[in-house]
């Protein structure tokens, strides 16, 4: 069995989720759920990242402390996931004791390497990002992400010693080109290792005096670590590291999901720690863009998010998940309406799945007394259909290798129109007012019960609800119990005659478009 290790990035309890840290999570349970289908012995780790200045900063701002902060919105992460379902196996926070361990080992490895060193350092700190800029990140004096003015600070710190690894590692990207992906990541990773006057060592220290809030240098007790080395640390605690039984196959299979604004210290200091931790890369950096509003970025900074819980509200999770996947081309920027999640989600899901379920199992009630009807003789337009599913099963599994979800659920959806066309074409509507048609009739039906139990498989790790719905409305609940789940789906007859269906409600009324506030 092969093991599949997958992490969303850790994210900052300075406010509650949003869209952006909804889309990260959505994508890697997708994948995580994807390769638990498929047999693979999966964990799935997300969290909080809580230690630092920006946290420090919201919480002196709200006069409460650190501490406070940090559990009440790790709280409302880790409660905003459950009440979404994502599968998460870990949900770490930075503040774990057993993490705290792990980073003090580390950096006492490190230290004692001679991998650190200390030295006076001047330079233009960005809270916001957590780091000191280079001429890259600024425009117009202002931090490009985060639209505020860095401050200038002289400081003497502790430096771990990168630079002299960056022609290793621009050997490592060059030579697997699906380390960072998609491909213009990799380019950017690159492009950032070959100016190197931007990057140089990297300070992994902030003096007590200035930040308390963090994990004490086991070598110097007037430092905590910098955020970021704590912070990318959490991959190896998640996993089990140093001794955990399973640590050595989950950190051989181990992919990272992260968005751009994060691709310098996973795609440059990160494979640069493990290195000197004495550890391999990871297997897969996975990048993808921003949602946007408005064309800016979602952000809490910017203050215009949009709410997960609100959404689910409003739309129904499933409706969302499905609108973030089919919607975000992996690695580009997607930009956020409700009208186009209304159209996604009436054209979709309404009219094309939500109507293959609703006339198959209301003519399997009418016609086929609720039970899957056995399957007669067949002909060419039934093989067309049987051959369909194969064909969409090995696209989505070529696409979701290479994490392009919209081009697998593409793939899904190109088989439920194959299926409705055959129902136009065979009209069992029609057929069943005639004399003599019973076998037709039945052999129709049970094509197209097949047809969707197939599809209803292959959609659980994008649909995971949905597609329990549509299994149980089969007769089938307790289908997607097991593994090897996605290899059922292709196997062809395995419907078995006189399972009995149910009809249910439409799985996605109609939504209307929203209310414009001009109107
Ligand atoms: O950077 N569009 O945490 P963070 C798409 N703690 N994804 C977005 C997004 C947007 N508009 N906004 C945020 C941190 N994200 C660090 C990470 S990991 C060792 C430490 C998602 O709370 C996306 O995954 O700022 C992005 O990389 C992450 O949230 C940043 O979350």
Known sequence: ??????????????????????????????????????????????????????????????????????DQNSDAFRSTWDRLGFSYDRFIRTTDPDHVETVQRILQQVHDAGDIYFKEYDGLYCVGCERFLTERDIEDGLCKDHERAPEQRVESNYFFKMS??????????????????????????????????????????????????????????????????????????????????????????????????????HAIFWPIMLRAIGLEPYRHLNVHGYWNVDARKVSKSLGNMISPLAMQEQYGFEAFRFFLLRDMVFGLDSNFSEEALVARVNSDLANNLGNLVSRTLNMTARYAGACVPACGPTDVLEDEVAAAVPVAAGKVAQHMQRCEIHRALEAIFELVDVVNRYLEQRAPWKAAKQEGTEQLVATTLYTSCEALRCIALLLAPFLPATSATILERLGLAGALDGAHILDDACAWGRSKAGTPTTKGAALFPRLDPPAREDA
């Open 1 to 70: 069995m092969s093991s599949c290790y997958i992490t969303t990035p850790i994210y900052y309890v300075n406010a509650e989720p949003h869209i952006g840290h909804t889309y990260t999570t959505v994508l890697a349970d997708t994948i995580a759920r994807y390769h638990r289908l498929t047999g693979d012995e999966t964990f799935f780790l997300t969290g909080t990242d809580e230690h630092g200045e920006k946290i420090a900063e919201v919480a002196a701002q709200r006069g409460v402390s650190p501490q406070e902060i940090s």
């Open 164 to 265: 002299e690894h960056f022609e290793w590692l621009a050997g490592h990207i060059e030579a697997n080109p699906d380390f960072i992906r998609p491909e213009r990541y990799k380019n950017e990773a690159l492009a950032m290792l070959r100016d190197e006057s931007g990057l140089g060592d990297l300070c992994i220290s902030r003096p007590k005096e200035r930040l308390e809030w963090g994990i004490e240098l086991p070598f110097d007790a007037n430092y905590v670590c910098y955020v970021w080395f704590d912070a990318l640390i959490n991959y190896l605690t998640g996993a089990g590291y140093p001794d955990g039984p399973k640590f050595s196959e989950r950190w051989a299979s181990a992919q990272h999901f992260v968005a751009k604004d994060i691709l310098k210290p």
